[in-house]
């Protein structure tokens, strides 16, 4: 957007402009009873940074409870599991932001076995998650009865048992930025969010 001209002068005394490709970020001149000369600093215009797109892909297991999603994050630090009598009851998620921690809220309900965690260390980040659901006596609809996390570094352990249908979440050269599904007083379903990998993690 251009500016109205505030003062006008001849247009021989207009000096053109040399600097299409940089960006105007100061002035100076010289100056007595009115301003006798004008000149701007110019710098580079800094290259955009491209937005990385992110692919949230579908969740697996039942359709019970509400739906719920964290969004996008730069990554996952800590991660809570709590566990029921017949499969996953509860988790949460801290999520990193730029330099920030973002605490997720709770999906699920703890039960009096509490919550086990999975903290991420610094430069590790989640590539896979896995599990199983399975339709449970007394639930009306599927349930996640297990839960395990791989990094770039390893793999977490199984939180719950291994039984029921199996799923594996992630692509290769991605990560998982962000968790959604469906929650009551269990977990029925999960999915995750990816962004490509890049150097920067």
């Known amino acids: 957007m251009i500016s ?3 003062f006008k002068i001849p247009s021989s005394r207009h000096l053109p402009s040399k600097h299409q490709d940089l960006r105007l970020v ?14 701007a600093y110019f710098a580079p215009i800094p290259t955009p940074v491209p937005v990385i797109p992110a692919t949230k892909l579908p969740a697996v297991g039942g359709n019970g409870g ?5 969004g996008v994050y ?15 009851s509860f988790v949460k998620f801290e999520y990193v932001k730029g330099t920030n921690l973002v605490s997720g809220d709770d999906h ?17 980040y989640l590539t896979v998650l896995e599990g199983c659901y399975d339709k449970i006596f ?9 839960l395990q996390f791989k990094t770039n570094k390893r793999e977490s352990v199984q939180f719950g048992m291994d ?3 199996k799923f594996s979440l992630g692509e290769k050269g991605h990560k998982i930025v962000g968790f959604h599904g469906q929650a009551s007083d269990v977990l029925h379903s999960v999915g ?3 962004v490509p990998i890049t150097t920067n993690k």
């Open 163 to 165: 039984a029921g249908e």
């Open 4 to 6: 109205q001209t505030f």
């Open 138 to 146: 007394g639930v009306e609809e599927p349930m996640i009865i297990s």
């Open 66 to 70: 509400v739906a719920w999603d964290d």
């Open 26 to 39: 100061g002035f100076h001149g010289r100056e007595g009873d009115a301003i006798d000369a004008l000149g």
């Open 108 to 124: 699920g309900k703890k039960t009096i076995l509490g919550a086990e965690e999975f903290v991420l260390e610094d430069g590790e």
């Open 192 to 194: 995750v969010t990816i």
């Open 74 to 88: 730069d990554g996952v630090k800590k991660i809570y599991v709590g566990q029921g009598n017949d499969g996953v």
